[in-house]
């Protein structure tokens, strides 16, 4: 919602300060950084959008400036396809600031931009996806540690189940290490705007949680014969405990507690598990207060020690990451050459589509590529026959436009086939702005 909030904006306001032009070039950056602040959790979601958007105005300034050269457009998308390619071992970010740069740069450089307006393009891209950022950010003073909440809510729901488990004798495994480790990262990038002692608190909660996990681990080695009805309430004092935190409340009995209280004194591991369980239940509470402070922390910028030494890492034939971006570098400068050549009348969904469809490995790229392939015809019929059957107007593209982008982000979490079709359309929609 707030994604597909940010691309109206982007979209009204090109329309309403300037040209079709503006809004494409605002709707681009808009829609493309909403896809970005899908990745992270604050400070890491909102320094990844900001890279994006100023990544994108800058490759759209030099791509547009180069678009009347075939030379110069096929070297500079070749340049910005090689640097992607290779910045996509830093991680998901890094190669989603570089998808997008390049998806910028192909679009932009090649529907012809009158010179006088690469400046004002390149500044409403950039504009596009500020508005994003902003809507991030706008909500974090008032928010309550949601992130961190939902990653130690399923922590220890998982802990639950693994403890159910113990109690219908179904368990044959240990216990679920990755919920632990989203909580890690949650914690690594906290709220900003967040109190300290709530900060302490969710801390401790984890910390909690690890040992629990030990002492689950533990027992289910040697259950012994009350284990069941110790499990249960082992369980759903868990449970009670993951929904206080979703919650932003204290904990609720509903009598575990009483049950809990069987547990043999001389089963050490039992009484070890409750005292831990009493510790998260008593901590569960502590983050519900009200309040804010100042930022905790601002040293959230990467500097470069800690990156180049990877990307030099990754820069030869010996690299997957390097072989991948020479392969890209390659692909696109051919796909452009081509349409440029032949005037092929929007051929640039050819390059367009090689951005998008090829990935480091063989079976991603494989498995996107009929996705894509499928999705993008399916997108394009469905856009023709509503632009056909409505004669739109660039009001009317608008509209249109906004509701693909809303589903485009409905289904990029879910399925590539169907996010490919409202991609497609979304962008049918807003090159119709322009003619």
Do not use: K
């Not at 922390?297 to 020479?326: I, K, M, T």
């Not at 696109?332 to 005037?343: D, K, V």
């Amino acid at each position: 919602m707030r994604s597909s909030i940010g691309v109206a904006v982007a979209l009204v306001g090109g329309l309403r300060l300037g040209t079709p032009l503006y809004a494409l070039a605002a709707g681009i950056g808009a829609m493309s950084t909403g896809y970005v602040s899908m990745r992270g959790v604050y400070r890491t979601r909102a320094n990844a959008m900001l890279a994006t958007a100023v990544a994108m105005a800058l490759a759209a300034y030099v791509s547009a400036s180069a678009g009347r050269s075939t030379i110069a457009i096929v070297a500079v998308v070749a340049a910005i396809a090689y640097a992607y390619g290779l910045l996509s071992c830093l991680g998901d970010a890094a190669s989603a600031i570089g998808l997008n740069a390049l998806i910028s740069s192909v679009i932009l450089g090649s529907i012809g931009t009158p010179v006088p307006e690469i400046a004002p393009v390149a500044g409403f891209v950039l504009a596009g996806g500020l508005v994003q950022t902003a809507l991030l950010i706008v909500a974090w003073p008032v928010g309550r540690h949601g992130a961190e909440r939902r990653a130690l809510a399923d922590a220890y729901r998982s802990l639950a189940r693994y403890a159910r488990g113990l109690h219908d004798g179904s368990q044959d495994s240990l216990p679920a290490h990755d919920p632990l480790l989203a909580v890690r990262a949650a914690l690594s990038d906290p709220q900003p705007f967040g109190r300290r002692g709530e900060l302490f608190a969710m801390q401790t909660l984890a910390d909690e949680a690890a040992r629990i996990r030990g002492t689950l681990t533990l027992i289910a080695a040697e259950p012994g014969d009350d284990a069941p009805e110790l499990a249960a309430a082992a369980a759903q004092l868990l449970d009670a405990v993951a929904e206080a935190l979703e919650e932003a409340r204290a904990p609720r009995d509903d009598g575990a507690w009483q049950r809990a209280g069987a547990a043999p004194r001389d089963r050490a591991l039992w009484q070890r598990l409750f005292g831990q369980i009493r510790a998260a239940w008593r901590g569960a509470a502590l983050p519900a207060g009200g309040g804010r402070t100042a930022v905790i922390d601002r040293s959230f910028v990467p500097h470069p020690e800690r990156w180049w030494p990877v990307v030099r890492a990754n820069a030869g034939l010996g690299s997957p990451f390097g072989r991948h971006a020479l392969r890209l570098s390659i692909a696109l400068a051919a796909a452009m050459l081509l349409y440029r050549l032949t005037h092929l009348e929007r051929g640039y969904w050819v390059a367009l589509t090689c951005v998008i469809v090829m990935r480091p490995d063989y079976t991603s790229t494989l498995t996107r590529g009929f996705a894509r392939i499928g999705g993008t015809i399916v997108g394009a019929l469905i856009a023709s026959a509503i632009g056909l059957a409505l004669h739109v107007t660039p009001r009317l593209d608008v509209g249109l436009a906004i509701a693909c982008a809303a589903l485009g982000y409905l289904t990029f979490p879910l399925n590539y086939a169907l996010y490919s079709v409202t991609l497609t359309a979304y962008v049918v929609f807003i090159l119709s702005m322009i003619g």
